[in-house]
């Protein structure tokens, strides 16, 4: 929870620094209107334009490093070249007037909400150490930070209690505040809805593409394990129990020779059989849920991992499996290439989201296009899924794999 608290904060602090420039905009956006009225400030129009423009982009950019998926809806290529045509194409390009639309809802609402995650704090801290130096303040200082005079103990100490709980509450409502900031950038800087589906569209054609290679290379990882391995065995037991039969017939006492090496073959055969099986769908899952089959795979990695588990509620089989396919290839990851001294994996579910974060303290330099790290078969899995993979490993460490996947049921 405290976590998430400083983050939404920080959230609410940017937030109201590109609140505090629309705001300035739209005031330049007035004087700008007043002046077309004489005519010099149509002049200045696309400079206007220029300025909603950049100052949009930089919402986008805030809001991707946020994890909030937000497209530059605007072409790339050559800007049109003398003031009538660069109006012409502001006018017809409805990312124009959404961007403007984002400009007042940005520098109004999420001015407010960002001024009070950003001010009632500092508020917090003075009502509540008041009482602690109230005493040494001339008697026309005795006021709360709204100017309410207090002149009592009681009345200070109600006060001071009433602002704690005002910022617990605050506190509670913090990544809320925090979503209701960034909606405006979400549903305004992005595409028209038309262009936004059509990039959705080739996502997921992209996406199930890679779901069906994915399912192909597993398949054929399956046979190669059932023949390679379960049906040798099988082969060679049954070639064992034959030579056992004429045995019984030429030379008893080779009976129990080749009876013992059908049954090795037999449990050899078995025990591959099970692997294959829990290649597919873990038995550990349905038998102790996805906490507790990953509470024995960080039980037995290689390298020392905590595991803290938030109220997961019910979860998608293929979602569960996901996630506990990419918790143990991460910490095999971890213990194979990292020279890492600890791991530690974290889940919690945020609504219809589940998210899987594995970190360490090693070496860094993880690269998902690398051959044998694993990383490409995670991505895969997980954008099978509609997830979202975010690896960090700066060289050096320390390294970060975050996983979101939709769980919605």
């Not at 602002?163 to 028209?192: D, K, T």
């Not at 990851?333 to 579910?349: E, P």
Request: hydrophobic share 50%.
């Amino acid at each position: 929870m405290t976590r998430d608290a400083f983050e939404a904060l920080e959230r609410l602090a940017g937030g109201l620094g590109t609140a505090l420039l629309a705001l300035l905009t739209l005031a330049f956006w007035v004087l700008v209107g007043a002046a077309c009225v004489v005519g010099v400030g149509l002049l200045m129009l696309p400079a206007m334009l220029a300025l909603t423009r950049a100052l949009a982009e930089r919402e986008r950019a805030r809001l991707n490093r946020w994890g909030l998926e937000v497209v530059s809806p605007y072409p790339v290529g050559e800007a049109p070249v003398g003031w009538t045509a660069r109006l012409r194409a502001a006018r017809a390009d409805p990312a124009t007037f959404r961007d403007l639309s984002w400009l007042a809802v940005h520098g109004t609402l999420g001015l407010v909400l960002g001024l009070v995650a950003v001010i009632l704090p500092m508020i917090t801290l003075r009502e509540a150490t008041f009482p602690l130096w109230w005493r040494f303040l001339p008697p026309d200082m005795w006021v709360t930070s709204f100017g309410v005079p207090v002149t009592t103990w009681p009345a200070m100490l109600a006060v001071a209690v009433g602002a704690v709980i005002i910022q617990v509450i605050a506190v509670l409502l913090g990544p809320r505040m925090a979503r209701w900031q960034a909606r405006s950038g979400v549903r305004l800087l992005g595409p028209h809805p038309s262009i936004d589906l059509s990039q959705r569209v080739a996502r997921l054609t992209a996406t199930r593409a890679g779901a069906l290679r994915a399912h192909a290379a597993e398949l054929r990882r399956i046979e190669r394990s059932l023949h390679d391995g379960a049906q040798n065995r099988l082969v060679a037991v049954v070639v064992m129990v034959a030579a056992a039969r004429r045995a019984l017939a030429r030379d008893p006492a080779l009976v129990d020779l080749a009876l013992d090496r059908a049954q090795g073959a037999a449990e050899q055969a078995l025990s591959e059989l099970r692997g294959v099986v829990r290649g597919l769908l873990p038995p550990i899952l349905e038998d102790r849920g996805l906490a507790g089959a990953l509470n024995a795979l960080a039980a037995g990695s290689q390298v020392p991992c905590g595991l803290a588990v938030g109220e997961l509620g019910q979860l998608p089989l293929s979602v569960e499996t996901t996630a506990y396919f990419t918790v143990a290839e991460a910490l095999t990851n971890v213990g194979r290439h990292s020279g890492a001294r600890r791991a530690q994996v974290t889940l919690s579910r945020d609504r219809d989201l589940l998210r899987v974060v594995v970190t360490d303290d090693g070496k860094g330099g993880a690269d998902d296009g690398s051959a044998g790290t694993g990383l490409a078969g995670i991505r895969r899995r997980v954008e099978a899924h509609d997830g979202v993979v975010t690896l960090s490993s700066p060289q050096g460490g320390p390294t970060r794999i975050e996983v979101e996947l939709p769980c919605g049921s």
